[in-house]
């Protein structure tokens, strides 16, 4: 079962025009599809993909709030309960303290209710820091706009919204960016293995169906990314992210001093590729029900794919940002536990019992602990050497 995602990427500053079709009788995602594929040839998976979640009519995302939680197509951290957003607001008070960061900038923010579960937990515990606190959401979907905002009424001062990193507008110089499962849903690119040579999946229209075709790669940072990854075994399939170090990039420029915390499905490198891993981790959700035929009912379904952290990390550290946290969200959130535990066992946290059992759901490892990965970047920072070994970067 996935637990996903955001609304976060156009991944997330990249643009693309969106077709229109001729007769508005019949407009809808999949004559979109098939009008583009007639006019410029096959689309590459990630152009697919980009379409299928992100359109801004048809896409996936456009759906609002119905795709999270139990009527929905799949559960998140968010949707067990407040403890989440409590255990990271924690985080976020303890890195206030020590440097002052008081602007938070969260990326994909889906319906709005992580943000809201740490401005409840903040105004609350550390009402002193809510007094100061900004939160910013980046979210290139009106539609999802306008869910956070109801969302996140009872905080509406603290609330400002941007289209893209690029149009964000900081107020102060040192800040936390923080996205919960946003790169997984980051548009990917096929590849696949054939005849003892890599090639690129990309999507035909024929005989009324969409199909797979398989092309010679031209893309010079796919043939980079394969000729490094090397040889494998015929018909092995995996992914691999384009976007993800120009998003980087415009991240860095949105704070002097600020960390980045990054919590994920994914692997290091080496789990990630590994050769048993034969069809890669692309998989798509609906109902709770996973299934691995992307080319089904485009924009009625989640589509999404695994993190290598290990390249995030890398285009992390390429704009100056320094890898200082890498592990699962089991020892992560049990670390920033900590002080919330001790309140447990005081008697000053309200109804206990329940914010027990979601904590066990968020940490036990044959849930939700093991499946998800946090990463912590800090601009202009020295690095983590232990995390840079966990992250196979030494």
């Not at 985080?91 to 303290?97: C, D, T, V």
């Not at 937990?121 to 002193?128: A, G, K, T």
């Not at 049990?334 to 904590?359: D, M, N, S, V, Y």
């Amino acid at each position: 079962m996935m637990m996903n995602h955001s609304s976060g990427a156009d991944s997330a500053d990249v643009k693309h025009s969106y077709p229109l079709s001729s007769n508005p009788a019949t407009l809808s995602l999949n004559s979109l599809l098939v009008e583009e594929i007639s006019a410029l040839g096959p689309l590459s998976f990630d152009r697919w993909m980009q379409h299928c979640l992100y359109h801004p009519e048809f896409g996936y995302y456009t759906k609002g709030a119905q795709n999270v939680g139990k009527y929905g197509d799949f559960f998140t951290s968010v949707s067990v309960g407040s403890c989440f957003g409590s255990i990271l607001a924690e985080r976020i008070a303890k890195y206030n303290q020590h440097t002052g960061a008081n602007e938070i900038l969260e990326i994909g923010a889906n319906t709005g209710q992580l943000a809201c579960d740490i401005l409840d937990h903040l105004h609350s515990h550390y009402p002193d820091i809510y007094s100061e606190i900004r939160y910013n959401l980046c979210e290139p979907l009106h539609v999802m706009q306008e869910v956070q905002l109801k969302t996140l009424s009872l905080h509406q001062p603290k609330i400002s919204h941007c289209n893209s990193l690029a149009d964000f507008k900081s107020t102060s110089s040192n800040g936390i960016i923080l996205s919960n499962e946003l790169f997984d849903a980051f548009p990917v690119k096929l590849i696949i293995r054939k005849e003892q040579q890599w090639l690129e999946r990309c999507v035909d229209y024929k005989e009324s169906q969409f199909q797979w075709l398989d092309q010679a790669i031209t893309s010079p940072k796919l043939a980079e990314f394969v000729d490094e990854l090397g040889d494998y075994p015929e018909d092995y399939q995996t992914e691999y992210r384009p976007g993800l170090a120009s998003f980087v990039e415009l991240s860095a420029r949105c704070f002097e001093h600020a960390l980045s915390i990054t919590i994920d499905y994914g692997y290091p490198k080496s789990t990630f590729y590994d050769i048993s891993r034969k069809s890669g981790t692309l998989r798509c959700f609906t109902n709770h029900h996973a299934d691995e035929s992307p080319l089904e009912t485009p924009g009625q379904k989640d589509i999404s794919a695994h993190v290598d952290f290990t390249q995030l990390a890398q285009d992390f550290t390429a704009a100056h940002f320094s890898p200082q946290y890498f592990d699962s969200q089991t020892r992560y959130l049990i670390q920033h536990a900590t002080p919330l535990l001790k309140k447990i066992e005081e008697g000053k946290i309200q109804e206990a019992a329940k914010w027990i059992r979601q904590f066990q759901t968020l940490t036990h490892p044959s849930m939700m602990g093991q499946q998800f990965n946090v990463l912590e970047c800090e601009l202009n920072q020295p690095a983590n050497q232990q995390a840079l070994r966990q992250l196979e970067i030494l």
